[in-house]
């Protein structure tokens, strides 16, 4: 792990940080405009151009310079093409300051750090289908000659762009989010509205993520698929790297862009077949998404409620810490937890004109309290006794319909008995009632297991009949017709028998026509 160099960030702190900052942040907005030295008059109007308004003396602003050219954050150089013709214009003009390669660090450092600090996240599906347009573009340009490689450089720069902003973004959010869900606010009010708002925000962003997930792994696996190593040095070629001395630029370049492509498959591709990085964030607003409704349950149900549980121990709580002595404790435990519900408060003698109204309450006869009262809250109310429905009608009924549809099974096995085996062509049209025990039995047969023959067998629910499927001897087509519809399938050879053999069959289907007439 490369480490930070000790002195890079110590501008920022002591009695003096203010200063030192407003002057390397003077140098940076001078490079913006690509002043690369300045001299002292030049640091002080760039002081002054950026809201610096205080007195400032040139031995202060001399020592702030020199405090940052020790830590290496400036660079001071002499400046000998000038003519000076007084002691005080030499000092003014010949020294001049640049920022060192540790002072554009330690400067973006800063800005960074006070960009996050501004920030609050987002969740943007802008984002993804930037990314998707940015993938399909480079698949597009991977075809094209030698021409588009600066084309090539510049889009795959932008897709590290939105990848990264999607990355910042995100992980900025859910930190937001986990305070939010961790926070307790003091105005329910507004508590309660900005966690409302983040439920909505985290609804709308969930429709169709998992599609947009998809879509962008898809055109990562098309991207990958004219190759990204190719891809990656036509980008090379296109970004037109200066020579520097030292190592060669260009493999540290293809490095960062290799580590870039990796993150972006870690987020929709991943290779070692781990979940995407972008369900992992469906998952996490889903759950956010009911622990911020179960917060807003609870601010609901402590506002319609005049007092809470919560709050009734906590302030039971204090007076047991204000009790002066140790009886005193005892009596408030008693008051507090030996009461028992008064529900039996507003209950009377069965005839109260029997009671003296000259006698004390506590000399009347009790009042009989009914356990269900203390219980439930509710008392015992005795009526009349209800009458005993008279069930002979339903009970016809019920065997009548009995009856029916035994009378119907048996006319739909009469119509269904084969004298052996037949192919299933030969029923030809059925009544609706046949047509189901027929599709019934070909079902159970066509899930039973074939023997060593490849007969398959199989019986009804109530174990009376069974049937024997044979395969299709050749490719015909069975059509059977009903009222219902038309099927067709393969013409398999059937044997539809009772349980104990064919012969059996019939007396199976007289003991159905004698239940029938019954």
Known sequence: MRRVPPEMFRFTTGEKADLNGAVLEAFGVAGEY???????????????????????????????????????????????????????????????????RRGEAALAGLRHALEVLASTGALQTAVLEAITDRLDELTVLSGEPAAADRRIFSTLRELEG??????????????????????????????REVKAATVAYLQEFLVNLDRRGETVAAAVARVEERGIAVLRERALRGAELPPVPGEDPAAGWLESRRARWAGLRVWFLP?????????QLHDIARRAIVSLLQVLERINESRRRSSS?????????????????EDDLHRLWSAAFGLGPARHAHLAHPDPELIPSSHSWSEAPPVAVSALLRTSGRTERFTRTGKVRDVAAVRAERAERARAQR???????????????????????LDPAAFDRLLDLLGRALAAPPDAGGLRRAMTGDGRVEVALSPPPDARTAVLHTAKGTLAGPDYVVHIMAAGGATAFPAVRAAMGQEAAG
């Open 34 to 100: 690509l002043e690369t030295t300045l001299g002292l008059d030049g640091v002080r109007e760039r002081l002054r151009a950026g809201g610096w308004i205080a007195d400032l003396e040139d031995e202060e602003l001399h020592d702030a310079l020199k405090r940052l050219v020790g830590w290496e954050l400036l660079d001071v150089v002499h400046n000998h093409a000038e003519n000076y013709r007084t002691a005080e214009e030499y000092e003014r003009r010949n020294l001049h300051y640049s920022l060192t």
């Open 162 to 191: 939105h990848l990264e902003a999607l990355v910042e973004n995100t992980k900025a959010f859910n930190g937001q989010l986990q305070r939010l869900l961790r926070a307790e606010g003091v105005d329910l009010d507004v508590f």
């Open 271 to 279: 290779d070692d077949g781990a979940r995407p990085r972008i369900e």
């Open 309 to 325: 549980a919560v709050q009734d121990f906590r302030e039971l709580a204090r007076w047991f810490a204000a009790a002066p002595e």
């Open 407 to 429: 009378a119907e099974l048996a006319r739909a096995w009469q119509a269904l008995e084969t004298d052996g085996p037949v192919r299933l062509s030969s029923f030809g049209a």
